[in-house]
Each structure stands twice: as structure tokens, then as C-alpha cells.
Nanobody, 127 residues
Framework: QVQLVESGGGSVQAGGSLRLSCAAF????????MGWFRQAPGKEREAIAA????????YYTDSVKGRFSISQDNAKNTLYLQMNSLKPEDTAMYYC????????????????????WGQGTQVTVSS
């Protein structure tokens, strides 16, 4: 089965930028619905963005729309999350997730929709 490995997290000041990567290894299906989630201490896991690897515009939650951008490089089996204008409230562990096949726009922001998860990468934004 596919394995997901996130990287690119770190510490940044408010207003700064980071780009997270999620590399897929192992058995890789022809297409996936891929999602980015985050979880801050004491809070529930929160959806951020999702994308169908078969080629379509990404989905974004209101909390990151206009600041974050999801993209992919199919040749590298890698998903990206470009994060700009970071705020202290963006501080969290960030996870990527995958489900074989197309996205369901009604379910892409539900963590239970996804079959595979990475181990996470920490993002800390200081004021």
C-alpha cells in the first residue's frame, strides 16, 4: 500500500511562508484524492485543502483560502502545500492523507474519508 511522508515544516515568524511536501512511496494507484489536515494541541484535526491527482482545481477551507495553495508533481509522486501569510493560529502538526480514486466534494474535508495518512510535520508560527 502507499506510504506518505511529510516534510518541510519548521518555525517561522508571522507573515512568513513555508512549503510542505508529502511524498508517496510503495504501491501507488493511478489516481488519488489527496488532502492536507492539521491538528493543534487540544484541538480536533482540521481539514485545510484537498486535490484530485487526476487534474482539477483544489478545494480549500475558509480558514486558509487565499493564503494556502495545494499542488502536485505527479512525476515525483509528491503533493505540496504552499503556505503564505502565516499566522500564529496556523501553528499545528500538519498531515497529508490519501484515498484512491476521485475526490467527493462533499467528503474531502472529512478525515474519515481517507485511507492513508502520513506521520505529520510540525509548523510553528511565532508572533
Amino acid at each position: 500500500q502507499v506510504q506518505l511522508v511529510e516534510s518541510g515544516g519548521g518555525s517561522v515568524q508571522a507573515g512568513g511562508s513555508l512549503r510542505l511536501s508529502c511524498a508517496a512511496f510503495g504501491y501507488i494507484a493511478s489516481s488519488y484524492c489527496m488532502g492536507w489536515f492539521r491538528q493543534a494541541p487540544g484541538k480536533e484535526r482540521e481539514a485545510i485543502a484537498a486535490l484530485y491527482t487526476g487534474g482539477r482545481s483544489g478545494y480549500y477551507t475558509d480558514s486558509v483560502k487565499g493564503r494556502f495553495s495545494i499542488s502536485q508533481d505527479n512525476a515525483k509522486n509528491t503533493l505540496y502545500l504552499q503556505m503564505n501569510s502565516l499566522k500564529p493560529e496556523d501553528t499545528a502538526m500538519y498531515y497529508c492523507a490519501a484515498r484512491p480514486g476521485d475526490c467527493n466534494r462533499h467528503l474531502v474535508f472529512w478525515a474519515g474519508w481517507y485511507n492513508h495518512w502520513g506521520q505529520g510535520t510540525q509548523v510553528t508560527v511565532s508572533s
